[in-house]
């Protein structure tokens, strides 16, 4: 009797697993019958006919990502480098992902391979580096193309890792430290000659900074000896105006005829103190001559006034 309850339990928890499915909202499944397509199952609760629906396939529908492994690649040069990557894909058709191809990620991995090997070819070494970004468009726009037929959408791929071999690195980074010591002989070289430029820039400012001193000098110079020269000229024209006007005045002829005599004697008397003979004049009528020709000459000069 426990033994047929058992059996009939059993039989009973087939023909429900048979009939009753629910569906992850994560999920979409395809439902066949009678070996046929017959529906795509949305998330939620879903009645089967025992034996006749069967569940065929299980599709997830969020954003899938599959490690694309190394790969040898030739570049344009004849490098070698080893590409790996990740490609991004997503179930738009349930039903095309099942029928319209064996396996979606085999062969979505497979045409990444196979596209970036043809985009490295076409670029060389220096540029597969920094053009990372067009390889990646490049190969989701072939993978996308290709995969319309199996409901599938490509989303994004990006490459990992560029690996060139040991002997192509060794290569790289002698031509890197050749690059820097260039930059760095160039470096050099540009300041030595921006120095040597300064130098002689601020040599050629000193010269003319002297000259112009030198110049200003004696601008200077000459203006204060013209200013003296025409304030010396001034006050002797000024002092014989006023001699002029003093003569003029009462007593000015006979001032002027004993500044004469006096100014005479103390000449006359110098040069006897320094001569070495005694100087007499050889004729002293000639010095009362010489008073009354003073004499006649104020006269003229006061009647000339």
Wanted: glycine share 6%.
């Amino acid at each position: 009797m426990f033994t047929t309850l058992a059996v009939i339990f059993i039989l009973m928890w087939i023909i429900l697993s048979k009939t009753a499915v629910i569906v992850p909202t994560r999920l979409a499944c395809v439902k066949e019958r009678l070996g046929r397509f017959h529906a795509v199952l949305e998330p939620g609760f879903h009645i089967l006919i025992p034996f006749i629906d069967k569940i065929s396939y299980r599709h997830e529908t969020r954003e899938q990502v599959f490690d694309v492994p190394p790969q040898s690649c030739i570049t344009r040069d004849n490098i070698q480098v080893q590409v790996d990557g990740l490609v991004y894909l997503k179930v738009m058709d349930p039903k095309q992902a099942s029928y319209g191809i064996e396996n979606y990620r085999r062969a979505a991995i497979n045409l990444a391979q196979t596209t970036m090997r043809s985009e490295i070819g076409k670029l060389t070494l220096d540029k597969s580096f920094y053009e990372r970004d067009n390889l990646n468009q490049a190969v989701v726009t072939e993978i996308d193309k290709a995969s319309n037929p199996w409901g599938i959408k490509v989303l994004r791929y990006e490459i990992m890792n560029i690996s060139p071999s040991a002997h192509v690195i060794h290569t790289l980074e002698k031509q890197m430290e050749a690059e820097r010591e260039r930059r760095a002989d160039v470096t050099i070289a540009t300041a030595q000659k921006e120095s040597v430029s300064v130098i002689s820039e601020g040599e050629r400012q000193e010269m003319i900074n002297v000259s112009q001193g030198e110049r200003q000098k004696r601008i200077n110079e000459a203006d204060g000896r013209a200013l003296a020269i025409t304030l010396e000229a001034e006050a002797t024209a000024q002092g014989i105006q006023r001699v002029a006007q003093a003569i003029q005045q009462p007593g000015g002829k006979e001032a002027v005829r004993m500044r004469v005599v006096e100014q005479y004697l103390k000449e006359l008397g110098r040069v006897m103190n320094g001569a070495d003979v005694s100087v007499v004049p050889a004729d002293l009528a000639n010095i009362k001559g010489f008073f009354e020709g003073v004499g006649h000459v104020s006269q003229g000069m006061s009647g000339k006034g």
